[in-house]
């Protein structure tokens, strides 16, 4: 488990994306989330904080062929709606 957390962390370092209104789009920013994500642990109020920051940014995420697994799994979704901020519809 922390092999996959941590080849998901690698890939953020490698992977910037263009940015989307005022937000920089960094999907390293979400992070504090891979815990969350990767085991039925609850979000922190970190990773809710970065999740809502980089919603703008969610959409290009899930196009990234490089992010669409993680972006679009269900443990992605059910954290983001634990956070109060459901991925847009794209």
Not at 27 to 45: D, G, K, Y
């Amino acid at each position: 488990m922390y092999k996959y957390v941590l080849c998901i962390v690698l890939m953020f370092l490698f992977v910037k994306l263009e940015p989307s209104a005022a937000v920089t789009c960094d999907p390293m920013e979400l992070s504090s989330c891979a815990s969350a994500i990767s085991s039925s642990s609850p979000p922190s109020a970190m990773c809710c904080a970065k999740l809502k920051e980089q919603k703008p940014c969610l959409c290009q995420y899930m196009k990234n062929p490089n992010l669409q697994k993680l972006i679009n799994s269900p443990n992605s979704r059910k954290v983001a709606i634990q956070c109060g901020s459901p991925f847009p519809s794209c």
